[in-house]
């Protein structure tokens, strides 16, 4: 739906673009010019010039210009805006729990790893990359028509490691390495049960410290071991991941209940849309089994979120 809207807006951005220009150069002169008959020609018959409101009238453009000429200004800044500074994006799942629950709206900056146009996506602006610890939105390998978030843990060359819900990274190598850096655990500190929204039985929520950055992360109590298809068809053992170049390997910080990396491989650099940096509206949508409102509705705002980064 995203790309489909990127285009729509395009389309509209050009066509309103194409009025607004049309307008200010050829058709607003021409109205005047055709007021400027009409009162001469009024004078000349009856010696009476037009009223005020008749050569406004004149003047005025037609109903489907004045509309186009009027929002033109708005839907460009907004394509200006939404393709190259911000995006809001909401959140569909519980994947990114506790850092991020569903309902809530961020914000996505899409300067930070270079400018893209807006239909074909072809970067013309290059900028960073991805860090350790970045919560990325991407269009999804398997289906770029759908946006996904997660958090980067693998970079180009790293070998990454997730056995018994404890995460090791080895860095790639450089060549000025004389000798490959060691595989690194990530600390999880376990702070206790989870009791925060949408919490489930079992939830234990931890502060995983990866380099520079912390953030939280749940993991459920039993160990319940997943066996990813996509690696085991490459190859590699279930659990160990080797990063290819210009491609990213992410989880979800809920990891017993997210689709991510581990089952469907990496992130190309191509694919990714932004770094999220913060939430700007947050819905709660708990209801009922028996309430009469559909389930788009929200029930309340979580407050104490809005304006929280990421």
């Known amino acids: 739906m995203a790309v489909y809207f990127s285009i729509i807006l395009v389309i509209i951005t050009l066509l309103t673009g194409l009025v607004w220009f049309a307008d200010k150069l050829y058709l607003a002169p021409q109205r005047k010019l055709k007021a400027q008959a009409a009162q001469a020609a009024a004078k000349q018959l009856s010696a009476v010039a037009l009223t005020t409101e ?14 186009a000429v009027q929002i033109f200004p708005v839907i460009a800044f907004v394509l200006v805006l939404r393709s190259f500074l911000y995006e809001p994006f909401q959140i569909p799942s519980g994947s990114m729990m506790p850092t991020l629950l569903d309902g809530d709206f961020i914000l996505v900056n899409k300067f930070n790893y270079g400018l893209k146009d807006p239909v074909f996506r072809e970067k013309f602006v290059e900028n960073s990359l991805p860090e350790h610890g970045d919560v990325v939105v991407f269009k999804y390998p398997e289906d770029t028509r ?45 702070e206790g049960q989870y009791k925060g929204p949408d919490a489930e039985f079992g939830m234990s929520e931890f502060e995983s410290k990866m380099f520079n950055g912390s953030h939280q992360v749940l993991n459920n109590d039993p160990i319940r071991p997943r066996v990813s298809r996509y690696f085991r068809q490459a190859g590699t053992a279930a659990d160990e991941f080797l990063v290819p170049p210009k491609h990213y390997f992410v989880m979800g910080d809920n990891r017993d209940n997210s689709l991510d990396g581990r089952f469907w491989g990496f992130v190309p650099e191509e694919n990714l849309v932004g770094e999220a940096v913060a939430i700007w509206m947050s ?18 705002v979580r407050f104490n979120r809005i304006g929280a980064i990421i």
């Open 283 to 300: 819905f709660d949508f708990e209801r009922n089994v028996d309430s009469f409102l559909p389930q788009w509705v929200p029930t309340s």
């Open 54 to 67: 008749a050569l406004d009238t004149l003047i005025e453009p037609s109903p489907l210009v004045d509309t």
């Open 146 to 190: 759908v946006d996904y978030i997660k958090r980067v843990v693998g970079l180009p060359g790293d070998r990454i490691i997730y056995r018994n819900k404890s995460l090791y990274i080895q860095r790639a190598c450089k060549d000025s390495d004389e000798k490959c850096p060691d595989f690194i655990q990530i600390e999880q500190r376990l």
